[in-house]
């Protein structure tokens, strides 16, 4: 690579405006695995992202950056209502203050948006402070989880320009195949509206997500062959399959690969 085309990517990384990533959808649908992914190719590149855990009952992002540690996750001081929403304050408006990315998860927390949204207005502070905010809203291949995403985006809580509406093939029950599985989502007449400022994006199945975490190890380092925490790889196997989903991924998010952290 030649020194101007060094300099065009580093031009490129000044320019590039902080994002404030949103999770929402029912637990257990993938969104955590999703923003997971997303630290991890942001991290890879040098792009600085703050991880914001505000799921109280399920922290699953606070378990794999354990706060406290360098590049840990940060999570409310308690599960009260109000507390979490001012929380949520504090972590956007610190995010904003330094212009650095940020991944909120916020898992159950609908809660917390429903009576606080107003006076949280995270979209118009993200225009007002030079934030990108960026939607995303994960389930499987269920009625409850579309219900539950539509009510959320219905709402208005972070409604967003940029919002990908993520369908887990994980969760697509034993011996079914993927394909066609969310074909309900695609023929409801309220996605219609979702559509509109929605991209829609599979995240493919992972075999070996459940070894590749016992084993305490990042996708990019599980498809590296580095070792875990048994003190040997995975198997060649595993490694395949792990970079064979990277590969997937990031093909499935190439459309909106400029609004991610």
Known sequence: MNIHAIEEIKDAAQERLP?????????????????????????????????????THN??????????EPGGAIQPRGSDVGDVAEWVTEVTSQ?????????????????????????????????????????????GPTM????????????????SDRSVMVLNESLVPAGK????????????PRFEELAESARTVTMPRLACMKAMRDEGLTFYEAA????????????????FMVKTWINR????????????P
């Open 59 to 68: 922290a699953t992002l606070a378990h794999l950056y354990p706060p406290g």
């Open 224 to 239: 590296e062959g580095k070792r875990g925490k048994s003190g040997r790889p995975m198997s060649l196997g595993h490694q």
């Open 177 to 188: 195949a993927p394909g066609g599985m969310f074909d309900f989502v695609y023929a409801q």
């Open 95 to 139: 995010m904003a203050a330094e212009q650095q990315s940020m991944v909120l998860d916020m898992g159950g927390g609908d809660k917390v948006l429903s009576e606080h949204a107003k006076d949280l207005n995270l979209r118009e502070f993200c225009e007002a402070a030079g934030v990108q905010p960026l939607a995303i809203y994960s389930m």
């Open 249 to 260: 991924m990031e093909e499935n998010l190439s459309e909106v690969k400029d609004w991610l």
């Open 144 to 159: 409850e989880d579309f219900d539950h995403v539509m009510r959320i985006y219905e709402k208005g809580y972070f409604r």
């Open 19 to 55: 994002v404030l990533a949103v999770r929402f959808g029912r637990g257990r649908t993938g969104g955590t695995t999703v923003l997971d992914f997303l630290i991890q190719r942001a991290r890879r590149a040098e792009r600085v992202v703050g991880i914001a855990d505000g799921d």
